[in-house]
C-alpha cells in the first residue's frame, strides 16, 4: 500500500510540483534577480581545458535535451508507419549513449575543475557545484539504464516511458500507473530528471532562457587594428 502511494506521489504528482517550480519560479527570478540572471562563467579564472570540457559537456546536453524531447513526447502512431520502435530504441541506445559519454566526460571535467581549482571554487556557490554533480551524476546513471535497454530491444519498455511522459504533459490522467513494473533505473533516473527540473530556477540553468538566437541573424562587426 505504501510503494503504490509512493509510486504515485513521486510520478503522479511530483511532475507537476516541479513543472510549477520550474515556471513560476524562473519568472520570479527573472523578474526580481535578474542581476542572477547569468551563467556565472569561471573561464577568465582558468582557462586550462575549459573550451574542450565547456564544449563536450553542452553538446551532449543539447543532444540529450531534444532526443528526451522528441523521443519521448512523440505519439507511436505518428512514426510507427516508418520507424518500428524496436529501431527507435536501437538508435536511443546508440545517439543517447554517446551523448551520455560527452556529458559525463566533459562534465566531471568541469566538476573536477570547480572542486580543484583554488580560484574556481572560491567565486563558485554552493548551488553551482550541486546542479553540476546532479547532472554529472545524471548522465552516468543515463549510461546505465542503456545496460539495462539492450534486454528491451523490442522497444517496449521505451513505449511505456513514453506512454508515461506524454500522459503527464497531455494531463491523460492514471501516469504513475504506467510506472508500476518499470525497473528500479528508469525510476531513478526520471526522479532525478524531475529534481533536476525542480532546482532549475534555484540554479545557473536559468541562463538557457536566455539562448542568444538573435545572433543566427546579426550583421557582422568589422574591427579593425589602430593604425
Do not use: C
Not at 22 to 27: N, W
Not at 97 to 114: E, F, S, W
Request: glycine share 12%; charged share 10%.
Amino acid at each position: 500500500m505504501f510503494v503504490e502511494y509512493l509510486q504515485h506521489l513521486i510520478y503522479g504528482y511530483y511532475p507537476y510540483l516541479a513543472g510549477t517550480v520550474f515556471l513560476v519560479g524562473s519568472l520570479l527570478r527573472y523578474d526580481q534577480g535578474q542581476f542572477t540572471w547569468k551563467t556565472g562563467s569561471s573561464q577568465m579564472l582558468s582557462t586550462k581545458n575549459m573550451r574542450l570540457a565547456s564544449n563536450l559537456f553542452h553538446i551532449g546536453i543539447i543532444v540529450i535535451f531534444f532526443g528526451h524531447l522528441f523521443g519521448m513526447l512523440t505519439p507511436h502512431w505518428v512514426y510507427a508507419p516508418f520507424l518500428e520502435a524496436g529501431t527507435k530504441q536501437v538508435l536511443a541506445i546508440l545517439i543517447g549513449g554517446i551523448a551520455g559519454v560527452l556529458v559525463l566526460i566533459g562534465g566531471g571535467m568541469l566538476l573536477h575543475r570547480r572542486l580543484t581549482n583554488p580560484r574556481v571554487k572560491a567565486s563558485s556557490s554552493t548551488m553551482d557545484t550541486l546542479i553540476l554533480a546532479i547532472l554529472v551524476f545524471q548522465a552516468g546513471l543515463g549510461i546505465v539504464t542503456v545496460f539495462f535497454s539492450l534486454g528491451h530491444l523490442d522497444g517496449e519498455m521505451m513505449l511505456t516511458l513514453a506512454s508515461w511522459a506524454q500522459s503527464i504533459v497531455f494531463f491523460s490522467g492514471g501516469a504513475a500507473d504506467y510506472m508500476a513494473e518499470v525497473s528500479w533505473i528508469y525510476k531513478l533516473h526520471i526522479f532525478l530528471g524531475l529534481t533536476i527540473i525542480l532546482l532549475f530556477p534555484f540554479s545557473r540553468l536559468v541562463h538557457v532562457w536566455s539562448l542568444p538566437l538573435g545572433y543566427l541573424g546579426r550583421r557582422y562587426q568589422i574591427v579593425r587594428r589602430r593604425g
